[in-house]
């Protein structure tokens, strides 16, 4: 240990320990922009710089480690007037839009503001002018609102290991941009959204619907359906300031009712399908020689990625839709025919965690078709727009139930939105398959957590399946080049673009908090644990909609409708 004073408190620090981090051990908040946890400090914006005695300069407590006997001081006035300073200068060279723009009020910058005080403007000088990158269908880049803090480039090289965007140029002239600034559709991004979950401005932000979804509700000749994932539930409420991992799924229903669409469907509806279909499909693969491992197909940033990647890879993906896009195929066929309704009248909305989402439903996967599952799709944080345009106070909302028969599930769908979540849920359902018999333990503690890379092995009738779970695809190289050199010893590989999974989703609240991931998880795996039905063979929903209209998992026609096939765009 380490003995050091902080604002003339007595500190005990593990060795090795940063001065920010030993502050905060204390209760002392030091302000940070470059700053992320768990990642090597770089000290670049130096807002975090504090005093040290004995030392000329100021120190950045996020990059240098305590000292025995280090006196420190946090908050005295050469600290704060360099600290107003660097804000001072960001804000200059800042477009002043903040009423207009999409992070007013959940800013870092804005709020470093406030903090020092910002009045007047005492700097005036030339400022950064650039387009927007508006190309892709997920995401929106605005370089003149990057502060250069560097979070989103270490986010996407460093946790990701994607590289589609880095510094270039130099002194005023530096940016943070694509290669050869082209526009991101064209870039290696998979969209996955990290980089706008540690933005602090809103240089980098979703591509908003919103308009579209509002234009369809309007539009009388359109029956508007929306859908919601499960990881959205557990996550809405940090919007109003409730308690991490809050369930708000009876609220949101009831929010979703009064913006006006006609039916409010559940998402872990087509979660159990794809399960349904999932784990017959790697039983026919093991059987019959199929290609293996075989990977999960619900991450559409993982599917971008091996497409353009990794197409060599391309044999071993599950063919079926990913559960958002199974719904929307039930509704414009099943539910139509049912409904008596004319496909081309539906109009789908799709409430994910997710930014990717928006370019997947946009993808066209099959030339044959003519129309798109999903219409629409909107983050979670495009839905507490809505509800905040629309005069709803979520707070006072009365409990309401998704419409049926597309929104009856299990627990095993629920628990999709984490990381391991669709392996655990396909076990339950293939070991029945396989075995006639229920896993005496559904809970499948092995794939659960935070780990980069998870595995475990199965007995089923003598047949030993291994699997894995990868976490965060900055995580699946290595799997990758086994499976490519044919020394995988898998049978069965989840494959999860963002680190925890949809929990922790591109499209989610921002905010900086430690423990939200672990605490959205637990609130995901809590439903499951209380839901009377927890393997999706058992949802009596799904199995009228086999036999009403499917025949059986992996039939003819559920390939027709719920599977897809993938290209080589290297």
Not at 372 to 388: P, Y
Not at 484 to 512: D, L, W
């Amino acid at each position: 240990m380490v003995q050091l004073t902080i604002n003339n408190i007595k500190v005990n620090a593990e060795a090795g320990m940063t001065i920010l981090d030993a502050a905060k051990s204390v209760g002392i908040s030091i302000p940070t922009l470059c700053h992320l946890k768990n990642l090597f400090p770089s000290g670049a914006c130096r807002i975090c710089s504090v005093e040290v005695e004995g030392m000329r300069g100021l120190i950045p407590s996020c990059a240098y480690p305590v000292n025995e006997g280090m006196v420190v001081e946090t908050n005295t006035p050469r600290v704060r007037s360099a600290r107003k300073t660097i804000v001072e200068l960001l804000v200059e060279n800042h477009p002043q839009d903040c009423l207009i723009c999409v992070r007013n009020k959940n800013c870092e910058l804005q709020n470093l503001s406030e903090q020092y005080g910002l009045r007047e403007h005492r700097y005036s000088g030339e400022s950064k002018e650039h387009a927007i990158d508006v190309s892709s269908a997920s995401m929106e880049r605005d370089p003149a609102k990057c502060i250069l803090c560097g979070r989103c480039v270490r986010v996407c090289h460093e946790v990701q290991h994607i590289g589609a965007i880095d510094f270039t140029n130099r002194g005023f002239n530096t940016i943070v941009t694509t290669p050869y600034n082209k526009g991101l559709n064209i870039s290696d991004c998979i969209l996955c959204g990290q980089c706008i979950l540690v933005c602090p401005t809103a240089a980098l932000r979703e591509k908003s619907a919103l308009k579209d979804v509002a234009n369809a509700l309007k539009n009388k000749n359109k029956y508007t359906i929306v859908q919601v994932a499960p990881a959205v539930r557990a996550t809405l409420g940090e919007e109003y300031n409730m308690p991490l991992g809050t369930d708000v799924t009876g609220q949101m229903v009831t929010g979703l009712r009064r913006l006006g669409f006609k039916k409010v469907f559940d998402t872990n509806f087509s979660a159990d399908l794809t399960i349904m279909e999932e784990a017959t499909e790697l039983i026919h693969r093991i059987q019959n020689g199929g290609s293996l491992p075989m990977f999960t197909s619900c991450c559409p940033g993982w599917v971008k990625y091996a497409e353009h990647n990794r197409p060599e890879i391309l044999p071993h993906i599950s063919t079926c839709k990913s559960p958002h896009e199974m719904e929307g195929a039930v509704l414009k066929t099943y539910y139509a025919k049912k409904m008596g309704l004319k496909p081309e009248d539906i109009y789908v909305v799709s409430v994910m965690p997710c930014t990717v989402k928006k370019y997947e439903s946009a993808r066209g996967e099959l030339a044959e078709q003519t129309m798109a599952d999903v219409d629409a799709v909107i983050t979670t944080r495009e839905l507490v727009r809505f509800f905040k345009m629309a005069g709803i106070d979520f707070d006072d909302l009365p409990q309401d139930s998704f419409d049926n028969p597309l929104g009856e599930s299990t627990g095993a769908a629920a628990i999709f939105g984490t990381s391991g979540g669709v392996m655990e849920a396909a076990l339950r359902t293939a070991y029945f398959k396989i075995s006639g018999k229920e896993l005496d333990n559904l809970d499948l503690e092995a794939v659960r957590g935070l780990d980069n890379v998870k595995e475990a092995s199965i007995d089923i009738n003598g047949l030993t399946v291994n699997i894995a779970v990868v976490n965060g695809i900055g995580n699946v190289g290595p799997i990758l080049d086994d499976v490519a050199a044919g020394k995988s010893k898998y049978h069965f590989i989840e494959v999860m673009t963002c680190p925890g999974r949809c929990i922790n989703g591109g499209g989610q609240p921002i905010h900086q908090k430690q423990d939200k991931v672990v605490k959205r998880m637990k609130a995901l795996y809590q439903i499951d644990a209380n839901m009377k039905l927890r393997k999706s063979h058992d949802n009596e929903s799904v199995k009228t909609l086999y036999k009403e209209f499917f025949i059986e998992p992996n039939s003819h026609k559920a390939h027709e409708i719920l599977h897809t096939e993938y290209f080589d765009r290297k």
